[in-house]
């Protein structure tokens, strides 16, 4: 079994039919870091490709980091922070191809980052744009399998269909690994902090998780309160029970948990009209 | 009252709250209460980057036109596998009471 899932792993992990980053990336992965100077040399990198800094922008101006008014990219890193402009910077290519092919999963994504950001803000957090990113791109692994093995990813559907089981069920008996997994080997192929790349990789299992177990909490937290309300559609139709532990090491309570599912209900109007506005005016309503 | 994307707000529709510019309560108001939306007015809140407007009634979108009956029957569907769980069920709870409270007033009858 260990085999399949190695192999699975190297085709996933291919670098070079993963969906194409442009050059810039390499540039910026060349970068030292925490280096003071390397943020404004960053920003220029960045800026010299002007769709890919705009598609950047639009991803940092999404209601998951609840500004709205982040016009350049040197203005992102100062308010988002290096590691969250980078991880935007590597995840737009997926986003683009999940606005494309599947805005229900997008639409959830973009969910579970403002619930994160509600959550990490309520409970007064250290890092919640950070917090955000990493829920924003909890299920890149998702449209990582939809690409490579879309062949099991008709299996994993039927499977969810024919047994009524969760996505990560179905993804474990087909492909011996499931997407929060491949997200995390892809988060660290991008040489992401394990900040985000554990969140990512331990969304469905905060138990697992070992160094940023409060981060994890949020995003899985975050990603049922998203299920639970019904916005998007992540391919699961099922509520994931929220884990204990999560809920004991960001000791949640049944008047936070009311709180957040008010002022995310609030939100996610947001999210569906930057939805809406991202796929023009002659997309339909739902 | 319902809040709704502007890009939804069809001519006609009936502003429930005073709009604001940028979403942000303080400041002035730029459209009054009990406003009726024209499709130029509608041209001229998105100028100024107005993102979401409170309107009477509930006219808008999917669950508009399903029944609070419906949403609760979804809202079973959806958490089938995790009633038993103590944690989750609260949640069950607090959706439930979200939906029924939103629903209720959601012909506009309670006024804010």
Known sequence: MDKKRNDLKKIIMDTKTLPTLPGVIYKLNSMPENNKSSVQEMARIVSSDQVFSARILRLANSPSYGFYRVSTISNAMILLGVNVVKSLAFSSSIFEIMEKNSVGLWEHSMGVGV?????????????????????????IGKVIVSLKCSEAEAQIRRTIDDQHVYMWEAEREIIDTDHAEIGGWLAKSWFLPDKLSEPIACHHNVA????????????????????????????????????KIAWDVLKLNDRILT???????????????????????????? | MQKIPLMLAEAGMILAREVYRNDSPSGMPICGKDTVLTDALIVRLDHLDVKTVYVEGHPVWADGDRSLDDMLLDLDRRFEKVRHDPLTSKLFDIYEEFLKRSMGDACGQKAE
């Open chain 1, 259 to 286: 709180e957040v599912v008010e002022e995310l209900e609030d939100k996610l109007v947001e999210v569906k009209n930057f939805s809406l506005e991202l796929q023009g005016p002659d997309a339909p309503a739902s």
């Open chain 1, 208 to 243: 697992q998780s070992e160094n940023h177990r409060i981060k994890t909490a949020v995003v899985h937290i975050a990603d049922v309160l998203i299920k639970a309300s019904g916005f998007g559609n992540s391919g699961d139709c099922y509520v994931p029970q929220i884990q």
């Open chain 1, 115 to 139: 619930a994160a950001n509600l959550i990490a803000r309520r409970l007064a957090l250290p890092e919640c744009e950070e917090i955000s990113t990493a829920a924003l791109l909890h299920d």
